[in-house]
């Protein structure tokens, strides 16, 4: 393999592309909002430069951070609200959060509490098992009128696990308080859903397109929601939710307080931010580092003769808007792109042999959207400037480890955010780990997903494409449709027939790998300066180092 200098490959990568680690060198601003916009063009602010994360000025991680991990570094709004404890709770909650073995507060419950009492809008940097849950419940839980028999908190979450997780964490905490949580979720029948909202429900926790149909049916009313919680923000965009979120976000009132939580903070989840929230602080606490419109690098380790069919499912989990795909070979090109056709993708290839105007097509297509996933060789890659993508795949490991700068570089363009992933065989792991320390990428090794992981996603993903076709059909089209419900409910009994329905819904299916919906905005947002506010200026967040703390139960 070739290689350089480390001083050449520092410079290359600076001159490349300056935003593709997890550090402090670029921060991502949204365009100028109007009037009483969210201002997140800088939600995770900061008037001083950070300390690194575990990688140094030069954009190289030291040896200790490397096989240590950096420390905590907290960031938190400008102006910050001080941390609570358990025994700053109401007598009654604290006694339920002891009940069930809440001894102390996590950190995340601790420093999000009082944004939620003083009705600030946030976003929260969490990750499942940080104890997010329980950093919104109670404080809305101490904040919510039993008397009042109506849905006064909103939690959106992308699937029916999720959703009856948080039911299940409000019931316990609510107690014997007189408040009432239910779950609303795709997939299952109605009527159950229906008798809980009929009771009275003070919190409703559901995913977006299940709660849609209740509100469409009349069955739940928005109007006196006075918190809503946005759950796993970045999943809900890949689950393909954005459409019924704009929907949902036309029956809320304008008087509410609004909270994010999200593992990342790419482009397209701070534009949902814009959407939702008004003036918001960030708050993380992130052993990582915070991922606020920057690239993120991701490897799985990979049997050499299952690429392909991990690739695939690396797909389906991740529905990337627009991605390339890069291999070393023109014969390696040629075969995945044959995959992803046949497997129903909008995919082309790319490689020197095209002719400049072969070129300059499929790239206008990719450009314009036409095209999702592009194949390339490193070489016809070179020089691919399309803002829009959010996914690099490396399908094999470079040769020349310069060329996983380049490659990184077609992503998190324009100030905007990305991954990067790499299918890592066990022959080409050494070479990819030396890439790794040559530049002080911070890669994460992810577990393989399973072929069951996939479809528990895919299903709930499918559910809620189909019930939002159903909704959006006029009552002439649905007395047409009724005609084949005894067929269909034939063909559902009929063993022999189940293949006739599994492939009319893959058939669907492979029509909507063509249609990613995301929050509008075109290409990411160019970075910029904070604009500056008429009045109080937005919460703005500042960073500094904690010392690490017992985390306590995974609450």
């Given at each position: ?51 690194s ?121 609510a ?12 997939g ?40 809503l ?30 909270y ?79 995959v992803l ?21 499929v ?35 470079p ?18 955010a ?55 059909r ?68 500042v ?13």
């Open positions: 393999m070739k290689r350089k200098s480390d001083e050449d490959s520092r410079q290359d990568m600076n001159s490349e592309n300056t935003n593709l680690f997890q550090g402090d060198k670029q921060e991502a601003a949204l365009p100028g909002q109007q009037s009483g916009e969210v201002e997140v063009g800088r939600p995770h602010l900061s008037t001083q430069k950070p300390e994360h575990g990688v140094n000025a030069e954009g190289t991680a030291s040896e200790e951070d490397l096989n240590a991990g950096a420390p905590d570094e907290l960031v938190e709004p400008e102006q910050p609200l001080p941390r609570v404890s358990l025994a700053d709770l109401p007598d009654w909650l604290r006694a339920r959060a002891q009940e069930i073995g809440w001894n102390e507060l996590r950190d995340v419950q601790a420093m999000t509490i009082p944004y939620v009492r003083a009705r600030r809008d946030l976003m929260v940097q969490a990750k499942t098992g940080s104890g997010k849950t329980g950093a919104y419940l109670l404080p809305i839980l101490e904040a919510l009128d039993p008397a009042l028999a109506a849905c006064q908190a909103l939690v959106l979450v992308p699937t029916r696990e999720l959703a009856l997780q948080v039911h299940t964490e409000a019931t316990r905490l107690g014997g308080a007189g408040i009432r949580a239910v779950a609303v979720y795709g299952v029948g109605y009527g159950a859903q229906l008798d809980a909202l009929r009771r009275g429900a003070h919190i409703v926790v559901g995913t977006p397109g299940r709660l849609l149909d209740h509100l469409k049916r009349g069955s739940l009313q928005l109007d006196d929601v006075r918190y919680i946005l759950d796993e923000a970045d999943r809900m965009l890949s689950m393909g939710f954005y459409p019924d979120m704009r929907e949902l976000r036309k029956s809320l009132p304008s008087e509410r307080a609004s994010m939580f999200s593992a990342t903070f790419p482009a397209n989840v701070l534009r949902l931010a814009r959407e939702f929230l008004r003036d918001p602080g960030f708050l993380s606490l992130s052993r990582d580092a915070v991922y606020v419109a920057s690239t993120e690098h991701v490897y799985y380790e990979v049997p050499a003769l299952d690429k392909d069919r991990i690739l695939i499912r690396l797909i389906e989990i991740e529905n990337p808007s627009a991605a390339i795909i890069f291999c070393n070979t023109k014969q390696r090109v040629n075969y995945v792109a044959t056709q046949r497997f129903g993708y909008d995919a082309d290839q790319l490689t020197a042999d095209l002719s400049q105007s072969e070129r300059e097509g790239l206008r297509r990719l450009r314009e959207g036409r095209l999702r996933f592009l194949v390339a060789t490193d070489l016809a890659g070179r020089g691919i400037d399309i803002s829009h993508l959010s996914h690099v795949f490396q399908y094999e490991v040769e020349d480890p310069e060329a996983y700068i380049h490659r990184a570089g077609r992503t998190g363009r324009s100030g905007g990305g991954t990067v992933i790499s299918l890592v065989s066990y022959a080409e792991l050494a070479d990819f780990n030396r890439i790794m320390r040559q530049y002080g990428i911070p890669a994460e090794k992810r577990p393989l997903p399973s072929e069951e992981d996939v479809m528990a996603i895919v299903e709930q993903r499918v559910t809620a494409l189909l019930e939002a076709k159903l909704r959006d006029d009552p002439l089209q649905l007395e047409r449709m009724r005609r084949f419900v005894g067929l269909a409910r034939r063909l559902a009994e009929a063993e022999e027939e189940l293949d006739v329905i599994a492939m009319l819904i893959d058939d669907y299916y492979q029509e909507t790998l063509h249609k990613v919906p995301v929050p509008e905005g075109g290409a990411a947002p160019k970075a910029s300066a904070p604009r500056q506010k008429q009045g109080p200026s937005a919460p703005k967040s960073r500094r180092r904690r010392r690490s703390r017992g985390e306590g139960r995974s609450h």
